[in-house]
């Protein structure tokens, strides 16, 4: 029998107008919605459907916006009796993965992503860190350019993403370093990301220390569906291992290529994202060749699977 697995996004997935349809047609994804604006105190369904994207992008809003849209597709898809194998999200998409997971509750999810949106926010000064996508060099060879950077400051991997593509993240002079030394190696294209913050890396210490506060104050339980795990890319099968993998998450990379590995060697071959955007069913089509994928996270897309 095929396995499927369900992949939750993370951010850059993100966009103006996201879940309004969902809200309109299906009141278990309003329910969503509205609970997400309770435990806020503000209408993040408001800034979902309508903007401002400048609001939108910031790291505290992107955060439960993202978790919100995506738990608000599961729903509608787990009432209609379509539940996943497996579980696992990219970066903030894993705490969307355990709210499905029922390891966390809705509100939980929303209020310990809400901090840690803030908290990194804050661990960085504004222009002192940034990101950047390294394509067509092989993750060790970054891994080799980034310690011969670090003499212009601090520059790691962040994000393990497959198919030839590895983000780094550190103080902006070593990226930019880090940048043109993968160029002169012969990477196929490398670009600074538009983001507010360098996510995943040892800069991130901070946003850790005081995630670690709440995270050991929250409510975590044990997965009900199997959860593959962004820092270890092996299963969390306890609360307490969740609890770990969270902090250990903020400045650890994030292992994607591996967890997908992972989830296809256990036997997945149906690989679905579930939220906005395509990214993470683009990765899996390239890291598990001949595996099914799609993307279900409108109205449209979820009607065609459950007619299926």
């Not at 979902?48 to 509608?76: I, W």
């Not at 080799?144 to 983000?167: H, I, K, M």
């Not at 002169?184 to 901070?206: D, E, I, Q």
Request: net charge negative; glycine share 8%.
């Amino acid at each position: 029998m095929t396995q499927i697995a369900f992949m939750f996004p993370g951010q850059g997935s993100q966009f103006v107008g996201m879940g309004a349809d969902l809200a309109a047609q299906f009141p278990l994804a309003k329910a969503v919605f509205d609970e997400a604006d309770e435990a806020l105190g503000f209408s993040l369904s408001k800034l979902c459907f309508e903007g401002p994207e400048e609001e939108l992008r910031l790291t505290a809003n992107t955060q439960p916006a993202l978790l919100a849209t995506a738990v608000a597709v599961y729903r509608v898809l787990a009432a209609n009796g379509f539940r996943p194998d497996w579980v696992a999200g990219h970066s903030l998409g894993e705490y969307s993965a355990l709210v499905a997971a029922g390891s966390l509750t809705l509100v939980e999810g929303i209020r310990l992503v809400r901090q840690r949106g803030l908290f990194m926010q804050d661990a960085v000064p504004a222009g002192r860190g940034t990101m950047a996508a390294i394509m067509g060099l092989e993750a060790e060879a970054v891994e080799a350019l980034c310690r011969d950077a670090s003499t212009a400051g601090v520059v790691e991997p962040a994000n393990f993403n497959g198919a030839g593509q590895v983000v780094i993240a550190g103080e902006v002079a070593a990226v930019e370093q880090a940048v043109a030394l993968a160029k002169a190696a012969g990477a196929k294209r490398s670009v600074m990301l538009n983001v507010s913050a360098p996510f995943h890396c040892s800069l991130m210490k901070p946003a850790a220390e005081r995630m670690t506060e709440v995270l050991q104050a929250a409510n975590i339980s044990d997965p009900t569906i199997p959860l593959v795990a962004n820092v270890t890319a092996q299963p969390a099968t306890s609360g307490e291992a969740v609890r770990k993998n969270l902090i250990l998450q903020v400045d650890h990379p994030v292992r994607w290529e591996q967890s997908v590995k992972f989830l296809a060697d256990a036997g997945v071959q149906r690989f679905i994202e579930v939220g906005p955007g395509k990214v993470l069913t683009g990765l899996a089509r390239k890291i598990v060749k001949g595996s099914e994928t799609a993307a279900i996270g409108d109205v449209d897309t979820i009607q065609k699977v459950l007619a299926s």
